[in-house]
Antibody, heavy 125, light 109 residues
Framework: EVQLVQSGPEEKKPGESLRISCKGSGYTFANNWIAWVRQRPGKGLEWLGIIYPADYETTYSPSFQGRVAISVDRSVSTAYLRWSSLKASDTAIYYC??????????????????WGQGSLVTVSS | QSALTQPASVSGSPGQSITISCTGT?????????VSWYQQHPGKAPRLMIY???HRPSGVSSRFSGSKSGSTASLTISGLQAEDEADYYCSSYTRNIWLFGGGTKLTVL
């Protein structure tokens, strides 16, 4: 069974750094992309970026480039989302989601088939 | 890139059908057949309901269907059930990034 298990809730102050995690299991971690999606309180989904563990290729949304950093550690099948200096506006639930790049016929796929449970990040002074 | 445009809310009675639209541009929805739809119940993670415009993952009810015309994609839910009450988001791949719609709250009356 494919599972993405995320780290627990965090409470931070503005200016602090933070790294949250997303551990994949039940599939070949390296061969599937991991995306990060933000959901502010009462708001919609926003795509932050995506990483391919096999070669560390990473793409960011122009809206989030430079604000967050996405990385992976293949040895523990875990993806990370990091902030170096949090703002109150970063308060949100952050989801990781898997993208399997190919379907059973070998064609490209561009959707997110499994999601983590979400990590609540609260930034407040 | 701007978010895709969805109606804020739709409603329907049990047994009826509803359609949620998702409008983009020729650079995203209109340019690729990579539109997907996600269902999100309160306090839960999103769930994939439709991918590649009109394909259903295994385990998703056949009451859910998708289509696209030009730069507007649509999600149709037939035979509405109480459990369908949730937020629905469309998404489109475009030039190495993904866009989401603003979300539509479905109320089952």
């Amino acid at each position: 069974e494919v599972q993405l298990v995320q780290s627990g809730p965090e409470e931070k102050k503005p200016g602090e750094s933070l790294r949250i995690s997303c551990k994949g299991s039940g599939y070949t971690f390296a061969n599937n992309w991991i995306a990060w999606v933000r959901q502010r309180p009462g708001k919609g989904l926003e795509w932050l970026g995506i990483i391919y563990p096999a070669d560390y290729e990473t793409t960011y949304s122009p809206s989030f480039q430079g604000r967050v950093a996405i990385s992976v550690d293949r040895s523990v099948s875990t993806a990370y989302l990091r902030w170096s200096s949090l703002k109150a506006s970063d308060t949100a639930i952050y989801y990781c989601a898997r993208r399997d790049p190919y379907d059973y016929t070998g064609n490209y796929q561009f959707h997110f088939d499994h999601w983590g449970q979400g990590s609540l990040v609260t930034v407040s002074s | 890139q701007s978010a895709l445009t969805q109606p804020a809310s739709v409603s329907g009675s049990p047994g009826q059908s509803i359609t949620i639209s998702c409008t983009g541009t020729s650079r995203d929805v209109g340019g690729y057949n990579y539109v997907s739809w996600y269902q999100q119940h309160p306090g839960k993670a999103p769930r994939l309901m439709i991918y590649d415009v009109n394909h259903r993952p295994s385990g998703v009810s056949s009451r859910f269907s998708g289509s696209k015309s030009g730069s507007t994609a649509s999600l149709t839910i037939s035979g509405l059930q109480a459990e369908d009450e949730a937020d629905y988001y469309c998404s489109s791949y475009t030039r190495n990034i993904w866009l989401f719609g603003g979300g539509t709250k479905l109320t089952v009356l």
